[in-house]
């Protein structure tokens, strides 16, 4: 009986191919070439599909605009909108890495009077059809993920996520970022705690292309 291969199994089939640079080439006989692994017609379909998913496409070129570097400003309010926040300078350098599938940023600054750096990876879930995100940094150990769409018409970036808070003993609370271009040389980012409300802003990063 014929054993239908996993997913997974076609999915290792691509990464050896893209790795030895080889994908679809065949010798003058119209043989696969030498090394490449024998598919039936089901596999070799499920194999470009898998290709196509591994392409940047159109959603990866608007997350370009990015690539540079930036001065920042940091408002951080600790008792809610509407109070005095505190306000901290910093830098930021976007990077295209990846093949263009990511752009990675390094941020170095402070928080609360500390040093901070952190590190972010954004990138286009072909298959998922949203944008995905992750941030890491020097005071936690928390893994922050995020996930959502940009608006067509006016770059306007929403994404959801969740974070802890431990000083309350909260795990996984709601939270919405939002990202707002503001022409090419400008744009702010904003985190937004749903469990406080929709409008209820806590950090808000102003950023400001370097010259």
Known sequence: MHEKKSGIAVLAVVFCIAATSHVLS?????????????????????????????????????????????DTVTKIWMSGPGTDPMTSTGASTFKSVLGGNWIMEEHSGSMMGMPYKGVGMMGYDNYKN?????????????????K?????????????????????????????????????????FEIIDLHAGDDYKVIEIAYTRRK
């Open 26 to 70: 065949q010798d003058s006989d119209g043989k696969p070439a030498e090394g490449m692994p024998t598919m039936s017609t089901e596999e070799m379909a499920q194999m470009q599909e898998y290709m196509k998913l591994m392409q940047p496409g159109e959603a990866h070129k608007h997350l370009q605009n990015y690539v540079g570097t930036w």
């Open 130 to 146: 949203l944008y995905v995100s992750t941030w890491f940094s020097n005071m936690g150990t928390e893994l922050l993920q995020m």
């Open 148 to 188: 959502g769409a940009r608006h067509p018409d006016t770059g306007r970036m929403t994404m959801y996520g969740t974070m802890d808070e431990p000083q309350l003993g909260v795990h996984g609370r709601t939270v919405k970022y939002v990202t707002v271009p503001a022409g090419k040389d400008h744009f702010t």
